[in-house]
């Protein structure tokens, strides 16, 4: 299984990016999946999650109303779409999938697969 994200760039604050998420070799609608963030000198983190069938999405406080996770099984594809952005959101980020259950699904444990990054640059 692979995965393969696009769409970072470098931005200004309050405005807005799409990452898309490809993912081939493997049944893309068996998986839950999953974005994280990594920002210089920080921890990975869980931004947001979404199960099989996108009925059920879950996204970080400090992203809340801002980001918002989708998917297109047709398409093999998950996104992130982020508005408003600011600059603690510049981050390498990453999409991941695996077959989580719910009380682990912000858990980097829970991803069996992860693509190489994209990076995310927010200036003010």
């Known amino acids: 299984v692979q995965l393969q994200a696009s769409g970072g760039g470098s931005v200004q604050t309050g405005d807005s990016l799409r990452l898309s998420c490809v993912v081939s070799?493997?049944?893309?609608?068996?998986?839950?999946m999953a974005w994280f963030r990594q920002a210089p000198g920080k921890e990975r983190e869980f931004v947001a999650s979404?199960?099989?069938?996108?009925?059920?999405?879950y996204h970080i406080n400090s992203v809340k109303g801002r980001f918002t996770i989708s998917r297109d099984n047709r398409k093999n594809t998950v996104y992130l779409q982020m508005n408003s952005l600011k600059p603690e959101d510049t981050a390498v980020y990453y999409c991941a999938a695996g077959r989580p259950i719910i009380s682990s699904r912000t858990d980097s444990n829970s991803y069996y697969y992860w693509g190489p990054g994209t990076e995310v640059t927010v200036s003010s």
């Open positions: 070799g493997g049944t893309f609608s068996t998986y839950g």
């Open positions: 979404i199960n099989v069938n996108g009925g059920n999405t």
